[in-house]
């Protein structure tokens, strides 16, 4: 009996063991490292010519609306066990894409020994868990505004420039109006200092360091350079 015992209570500790396994994995992470060889998962998505398969969003909106299930509840849960089918053992009868996806895609091939259940499990309920029409409507209006900003802010925005300069408010850096009016500050001047980084040229900084953004191109640069001395003409928000 103290057997049975000690090997039910073995049973349930590597049950538990498993199950605390697959909590522990990042879902975000493993579908960067596992799907983006063939899938596109921006939010929202990119498409291309050559695309390999259908971009992440697609499929995850395709397989929540497919899903069938009396009980709204059980929905996702379904859909993440249909995922961990369908990647070991795909095929065209399982598929929800339409005829014409499938035969531009063609069936998926299976990734049986190179992604596990427990991974699967954490990759589907990132999916769909992120892939949510709440989340692509917050991305689109994220996006509207980017696109509606001049390039060169937009480019310091998404190149992390706002977190130690403001337009018009000094925080690590000065401000991005200040560095337009600073005596001497020619496009060329900025082109080097965004290229190659400065310091102790604003005593405001106090010894703060301009890194070097070799990451960006010359031509960003240049618009980067173009946008920050066209503030000159601009007031600042302490003087409309």
Same mark, same amino acid.
């Given at each position: 009996m103290k057997l049975l015992y000690l090997l039910a209570a +073995?049973?349930?500790l590597v049950g538990c063991s498993s199950e605390k396994?697959?909590?522990?994995l990042d879902g975000e992470k493993l579908l960067a490292q596992?799907? +983006?060889k063939c899938h596109n998962i921006d939010l929202p998505p990119k498409t291309f010519e050559d695309e390999k398969a259908p971009p992440m969003m697609a499929i995850a909106f395709h397989i929540r609306g497919f899903i069938k299930t009396g009980d709204d509840s059980q929905r996702i849960p379904k859909a993440i066990a249909f &995922?961990?089918?369908y990647v070991i053992t795909p095929s065209a009868s399982k598929s929800f894409c339409d005829k014409e996806s499938l035969k531009s895609y063609g069936v998926m091939p299976s990734q049986?020994?190179? &992604?596990?259940q427990d991974e699967l499990q954490a990759i589907a309920e990132y999916m769909f868990s992120h892939f949510t029409q709440k989340n692509l409507n917050e991305a689109q209006l994220v996006q509207n505004r980017l696109?509606?900003?001049p390039k060169g802010e937009r480019l310091a925005l998404q190149n992390n420039c706002l977190s130690c300069h403001k337009i018009d408010k000094h925080i690590v850096g000065p401000a991005f109006r200040d560095i337009a009016m600073k005596k001497g500050n020619s496009l060329e001047v900025l082109i080097h200092s965004i290229k190659n980084g400065s310091k102790k040229k604003y005593?405001?900084?106090k010894g703060a360091i301009m890194p070097a953004f070799k990451k960006l191109n010359d031509a960003d640069i240049k618009t980067l350079g173009e946008w920050i001395l066209s503030l000159q003409s601009k007031k600042s928000l302490h003087e409309r």
């Open positions: +073995t049973l349930l396994k697959a909590n522990n596992k799907c +983006t &995922v961990k089918d049986k020994g190179k &992604v596990s696109n509606a900003m005593s405001s900084s």
